[in-house]
């Protein structure tokens, strides 16, 4: 090997290095419990819309930290699920098998309708399927 390609190997090398402590070190000074607070405040007050271009944007810059993804998607799915628990709560009796059918693939959502219909069953007590009471 001749010196300029190990030089470019070393080069190399330490540009790697420095990336890799860039990464810890977005972790460990930006990527933190604040940030996420901050984050999950700011996400709550966001349009759906504007959470989806965030998630877009940061599957694309910052992929290693699905922390941050993980915070997006569960405002969303906490949208969907109060949406449908809205839709639920607004259909007739006959409607919510149907409803229930459409979106039994679904735990969660599969749980909301099934509250509902309960609800309006005039159970005294519903299920909980953590096993908690």
Known sequence: M???SLETEELSARREHELERTEEE???????PLYLE?????ASRWSPE???SQLQLFRRTIPDYPEV???LEG???KRNLNDLRRHAR???NEQLPALLQKYGAEPDYREVIET???IRKGVKRLYDASGET
């Open 69 to 71: 993804l993980e915070l």
């Open 2 to 4: 001749d010196e300029n």
């Open 90 to 92: 607004k259909s007739l």
């Open 50 to 52: 504007h959470i989806k």
């Open 75 to 77: 405002e969303l799915h």
């Open 38 to 42: 901050t984050m999950r405040t700011r």
């Open 26 to 32: 977005l972790r460990e000074f930006y990527i933190t």
């Open 116 to 118: 509902e219909m309960e």
